[in-house]
């Protein structure tokens, strides 16, 4: 006999694995790269906010922002369940989300399609300010998602998918308004 037909002999109900619910909540296997998932997670959020913000602006992606919140608490919540983790590591929807936000609350609108600085109110940017903006919200978010200042680490205690989730948008928030102020400061 086999494990399966063995537990299905047994009477204790097989649990199928979440497929689809691993896959988006690892972000398509991005989760599984060794040492450090959580910043390839957060890479990945950076490249496909990126890849949305050149394909067709910056309105789109604020409503990104809250569907891959909802299909994040989604698929966290269906992944913690069936591995029985509070938070697994290698679950980095979370870090994809919360980059995401920092980058469309906290970016200023740019082009990337043209070589022609845009005017904003903090400033005009082209490509290579651009490369500027990504790095510094990205390693803005990481500080804030690791450091974890109040109420951050709080927001893990929520059940499920939102403990998950909420910490990251939170570190996204605050890595906005850091990013914000260098912005309009100059700093940057």
Same mark, same amino acid.
């Given at each position: 006999m086999t494990p399966d037909?063995?537990?299905?002999?047994?009477?204790v109900p097989l649990r199928k694995k979440p497929t689809i619910s691993f896959l988006l909540a690892t972000w398509f296997g991005a989760g599984y790269l060794?040492?450090?998932?959580?910043?390839?997670g957060s890479l990945a959020g950076v490249i496909v906010?990126?890849?949305?913000?050149?394909?067709v602006g910056w309105k789109l992606p604020a409503g990104c922002c809250l569907l891959l919140?909802?299909?994040?608490?989604?698929?966290?919540?269906?992944?913690?369940?069936y591995t029985g983790k509070k938070d697994p590591q290698f679950v980095v929807i979370d870090e994809v989300s919360g980059q995401m936000l920092t980058l469309v609350l906290g970016a200023p609108?740019?082009?990337?399609?043209s070589s022609i600085p845009v005017?904003?109110?903090?400033?005009?940017?082209?490509?290579?300010?651009?490369?500027?903006?990504?790095?510094?919200?990205?390693?803005?978010?990481?500080?804030?998602?690791?450091?974890?200042p109040w109420p951050i680490r709080r927001l893990e205690r929520l059940p499920g998918g939102w403990g998950i989730m909420a910490d990251d948008w939170l570190?996204? %928030?605050?890595?906005? %308004?850091v990013l914000r102020l260098a912005l309009h400061f100059h700093v940057l």
């Open positions: 037909t063995e537990a299905a002999a047994s009477g060794p040492k450090a998932p959580g910043t390839w906010t990126f890849i949305i913000q050149a394909a919140a909802v299909v994040g608490v989604w698929s966290s919540s269906r992944v913690a369940a609108v740019f082009s990337v399609s005017h904003t109110p903090w400033g005009n940017f082209g490509l290579s300010e651009l490369w500027l903006v990504l790095v510094a919200a990205f390693l803005l978010f990481r500080l804030f998602d690791i450091w974890k570190a996204g %928030i605050y890595a906005a %308004i």
